[in-house]
């Protein structure tokens, strides 16, 4: 029973990960520009925030629940608007040539993992999914804690693999691609990240 719990996690964040968000955006972005290191970084980053999410869903932390669920258009907004932060940042960053793979200090790749941990985490909306799809995960309105921490491994898994999958195949291509294409890449990446904050709003008027 158990291990068909991690299974229904790893589907749930199969399915949660698949459209491409802010956060696997800058991981395929971070892959491009400076290697499997630091995008796997990145993607660790997400797939903790999302166990962290996860875990409340799946524990049914009714304090954070409710809040969320109460102030879900100032939760939106405030999420949304981090999301357009990000990209405008992205957008107006210098680009620059791939990265030797090994030239990343230890020190890198843990400020990735942390900070994207809090850029997962400052979108909430994405417990409320996780709310959604808990209860096909399980039948049981009270998940023990053993069976939630494997619902929460899986859907960490499920985003794990997906991401993972994208940054392997962007960075066997990457040292193909010439300069100029990697410049509208990372350009485009800004842009698409703004557009999904945008989108965020509209959906939220």
């Known amino acids: 029973m158990h291990i068909i719990l991690f299974f229904k996690g790893l589907i749930?964040?199969?399915i949660v990960s698949i459209p491409l968000g802010p956060m696997a955006i800058l991981s395929i972005r971070r892959t491009i520009s400076s290697g499997f290191l630091l995008g796997f970084a990145t993607s660790?980053?997400?797939?903790?925030?999302?166990?962290?999410?996860?875990?409340?869903?799946?524990?049914?932390?009714?304090?954070?629940?409710?809040?969320?669920?109460?102030?879900?258009?100032?939760?939106?907004?405030?999420?949304?608007?981090i999301i357009i932060i990000l990209g405008t940042f992205l957008?107006?960053?210098?680009?620059?040539?791939?990265?030797?793979?090994g030239t990343k200090k230890?020190?890198?790749?843990?400020k990735s993992i942390y900070t994207t941990i809090l850029l997962s985490l400052s979108n909430p909306v994405t417990l409320l999914a996780f709310i959604a799809l808990f209860s096909w995960v399980s039948a049981s309105p009270h998940n023990g804690i053993l069976d939630t921490v494997?619902?929460?491994?899986?859907?960490?898994?499920?985003?794990?693999?997906?991401?993972?999958?994208?940054?392997?195949?962007?960075?066997?291509?990457?040292?193909?691609?010439?300069?100029?294409?990697?410049?509208?890449?990372?350009?485009?990446?800004?842009?698409?990240?703004?557009?999904?904050?945008?989108?965020?709003?509209?959906?939220?008027?």
Request: proline share 2%; hydrophobic share 60%.
């Open 106 to 110: 230890i020190s890198s790749l843990l």
């Open 12 to 14: 749930v964040g199969l």
């Open 44 to 81: 660790l980053g997400v797939a903790i925030g999302d166990f962290l999410y996860a875990f409340i869903a799946g524990s049914s932390v009714s304090f954070i629940v409710d809040q969320i669920q109460e102030h879900e258009k100032i939760v939106g907004f405030v999420g949304a608007s």
């Open 150 to 205: 494997l619902i929460a491994a899986g859907v960490a898994s499920g985003a794990l693999i997906w991401l993972n999958v994208l940054n392997l195949f962007f960075y066997f291509i990457r040292k193909k691609l010439s300069p100029t294409i990697i410049n509208t890449i990372h350009k485009a990446s800004g842009i698409l990240i703004i557009l999904v904050g945008i989108l965020m709003i509209f959906n939220l008027l």
């Open 91 to 101: 957008l107006f960053s210098h680009s620059k040539m791939p990265a030797q793979e």
